[in-house]
């Protein structure tokens, strides 16, 4: 399914990698070109939040400790770093939000897409599990940000201010959950490398003025 199944003309570019990546580094980078950014993680939350049989289904096959309360004691939110720690971790448990969560993602990209200006060139649709959840399927190209599985390992742990053993066994239980390195570049039609030797800009800016002057 490529743009125009959405009646729109705007070609679709596809952003993911692994985790710890820098792949929403890059896309604010695009951002910054004016290009339009669907964020699947950001439209994942919007989901917990206000869809309340979803939500209810996460913490029935996840436990309260993803549940997030209000002062009445009302599900209002899913606490999305200890969610990611059982959904990674346990078996099936990945299997199970994808297929919860996925459908209504897809839709709500579908209606972001439909309320852009009809003059939009090119859009990004940012998903960290872009190819495990299929959204591939409706991207014109793909693009993978590449950096190197132990410099990702360092980044997510400086962010969520880990360290120890087990806080590196938790990621490497994200990493392996993913697809593998080597199948997001073989199944990618572009890759934007971000490490010490290659800069973002650039490579960013190549690419912005590809598909601004070809869409």
């Not at 009809?118 to 299929?134: C, N, P, Q, V």
Request: glycine share 8%; with cysteine.
């Amino acid at each position: 399914m490529l743009a125009k199944d959405y009646k729109k003309d705007i070609f679709i570019v596809g952003l993911t990698g692994g985790i710890g990546s820098g792949k929403s580094t890059v896309a604010r980078v695009f951002q910054a070109f004016g290009v339009p950014r669907f964020d699947a993680d950001k439209a994942a939350h919007q989901i917990y939040v206000h869809n309340s049989s979803i939500r209810n289904a996460i913490i029935e096959r996840f436990g309260e400790v993803v549940a997030v309360r209000n002062k009445g004691g009302e599900a209002r939110d899913i606490n999305r770093k200890e969610l990611g720690k059982l959904a990674f971790n346990e078996d099936g448990g990945l299997e199970f939000l994808n297929k919860l969560v996925h459908p209504a993602v897809k839709e709500a990209f579908k209606v972001w897409l439909m309320q852009l200006p009809i003059t939009t060139t090119y859009i990004l649709r940012e998903s960290a599990i872009l190819f495990e959840s299929g959204a591939n399927k409706g991207c014109d190209v793909v693009v993978t940000v590449s950096t190197d599985q132990e410099e990702r390992m360092n980044r997510v742990l400086k962010r969520d201010g880990g360290g120890h053993n087990a806080s590196r066994e938790i990621i490497m239980g994200k990493f392996n959950a993913q697809l593998s390195e080597q199948k997001r570049l073989e199944f990618s039609d572009y890759v934007i490398h971000n490490n010490d030797e290659d800069r973002i800009l650039p490579q960013v800016e190549k690419l912005h003025a590809l598909w601004s002057k070809t869409t």
